[in-house]
T-cell receptor, first 115, second 115 residues
């Protein structure tokens, strides 16, 4: 398996533009997590899904952020409109619960810069 | 409430010294998992260990060892004979498997190992 795949790896955009981050979880995993990492706030959980259903989005900073998981193999995190303070590394992770609660496997992250 | 505290923000040691990274957690669940991840300068998050709440056995893997104590809600990580390649940010994380299944991270400890 190729692991969790995120795209793009780097994104530079202008303030006010829409940004879409993409994630392909590991096949068979039933949990998907979106995190944001900044120097000031560390690793923050934004939202997580179980079997494609959003379970907890209390970490989403504001209405400009939205996340979807239309199927088991794809998720998006959208920021519209983007602002400079959204600049961060965004990680996607997936895990499998089942009988053995596995660790979360992380993608390489998307480094977002909003200018 | 679910919480992970890593009180040490940064630790500096000289190569071959032993170093212990502290992790204290809070949870209301009786069933949970604890994790340690390493984030080297390249930025990816690398899984190191998973421990469930019913298994208090300490674990050793090479130069790494983990001390899980439910009585003090701690899951500390020790690196023996540290090496320069151990320089990274280390994160402790907690996943409750009751109501939430959230995976929450501590703020991380930056370890610098000098030659």
């Amino acid at each position: 398996d190729a692991g969790v795949i995120q795209s793009p790896r780097h994104e530079v955009t202008e303030m006010g533009q829409e940004v879409t981050l993409r994630c392909k979880p590991i096949s068979g995993h039933d949990y998907l997590f979106w995190y944001r990492q900044t120097m000031m706030r560390g690793l923050e959980l934004l939202i997580y899904f179980n079997n494609n259903v959003p379970i907890d989005d209390s970490g989403m900073p504001e209405d400009r952020f939205s996340a979807k998981m239309p199927n088991a193999s794809f998720s998006t995190l959208k920021i519209q409109p983007s602002e400079p303070r959204d600049s961060a590394v965004y990680f996607c992770a997936s895990s499998f619960r089942g009988r053995m609660n596995t660790e979360a496997f992380f993608g390489q992250g998307t480094r977002l810069t909003v200018v | 409430a679910q919480k992970v505290t890593q009180a040490q923000t940064e630790i500096s040691v000289v190569e071959k010294e032993d170093v212990t990274l502290d992790c204290v957690y809070e949870t209301r669940d009786t069933t949970y998992y604890l994790f340690w991840y390493k984030q080297p300068p390249s930025g990816e998050l690398v899984f190191l260990i998973r421990r469930n709440s019913f298994d208090e056995q300490n674990e050793i893997s090479g130069r790494y060892s983990w001390n899980f104590q439910k009585s003090t809600s701690s899951f500390n990580f020790t690196i023996t004979a540290s090496q320069v390649v151990d320089s990274a940010v280390y994160f402790c994380a907690l996943k409750e498997v009751g109501n939430t299944d959230k995976l929450i991270f501590g703020t991380g400890t930056r370890l610098q190992v000098f030659p």
